[in-house]
């Protein structure tokens, strides 16, 4: 079974500080796909990051960057400098390889960034 | 522009009636999924379909119902026989290439009085 696990329900912080998402995965495949989203209030799912299981590669796009790591079965999302902008649900998400259906999804953490 | 339009945004019913949510993508898409949301909740997939005039049931299918006559369209019925309908509901589409990422739409909020 595919089991995901954001443990952070919410989280505050003052504009520009910095901010951590965690998200731990479970699964018994060697191939799979790891996958963020974000929500803001309006409610569409935003795509974000897709990762595939063979590359640990952390990843950098702009204030967003990602952190892999099989060995502890987490793919963590850091926000630098945050911003108002930011405030939204973010939700990690895994898919098996191998079929083309199914996202297991966290319960996601709601980021609030004040001003 | 291309992307996933769901209609309407909001949708009241009244217990006991069926109500047939719309979603249409222009993305040239193969696969559609319909997802639901509860509040605090991730989503849960109910259908999914990998090619026109097939389709699947997924992890909340009970009191559902789909069809997929054409390509870009996925209607999702919500049907009586769901005993919590009121959601937050999302669909989504993707090609059919492995690991491939799945693309939303806006979503409909359906409230059932």
């Known amino acids: 079974a595919q089991k995901v696990t954001q443990a952070q329900t919410e989280i505050s912080v003052v504009e520009k500080e910095d901010v951590t998402l965690d998200c731990v995965y479970e699964t018994r495949d060697t191939t799979y796909y790891l996958f963020w989203y974000k929500q803001p209030p309006s409610g569409e799912l935003v795509f974000l990051i897709r990762r595939n299981s063979f590359d640990e590669q952390n990843e950098i796009s702009g204030r967003y960057s990602w952190n892999f790591q099989k060995s502890t079965s987490s793919f963590n999302f850091t926000i630098t400098a945050s911003q108002v902008v930011d405030s939204a649900v973010y939700f990690c998400?895994?898919?098996?390889?191998?079929?083309?259906?199914?996202?297991?999804f966290g319960k996601g953490t709601l980021l609030t960034v004040n001003p | 522009d291309g992307g996933i339009t769901q209609s309407p945004k909001y949708l009241f019913r009244k217990e006991g009636q069926n109500v047939t949510l719309s979603c249409e993508q222009n993305?040239?898409?193969?696969?559609m999924y319909w997802y639901r949301q509860d509040p605090g909740q991730g989503l849960r997939l109910i259908y999914y379909s990998q090619i026109v005039n097939d389709f699947q049931k997924g992890d909340i299918a009970e009191g559902y119902s789909v069809s997929r006559e054409k390509k870009e369209s996925f209607p999702l019925t919500v049907t009586s026989a769901q005993k919590n309908p009121t959601a937050f509901y999302l669909c989504a589409s993707s090609t059919d290439r492995v690991g491939d990422t799945q693309y939303f739409g806006p979503g409909t909020r359906l409230t059932v009085l």
């Open positions: 998400a895994l898919k098996r390889g191998g079929s083309n259906y199914k996202l297991t």
């Open positions: 993305l040239n898409h193969d696969a």
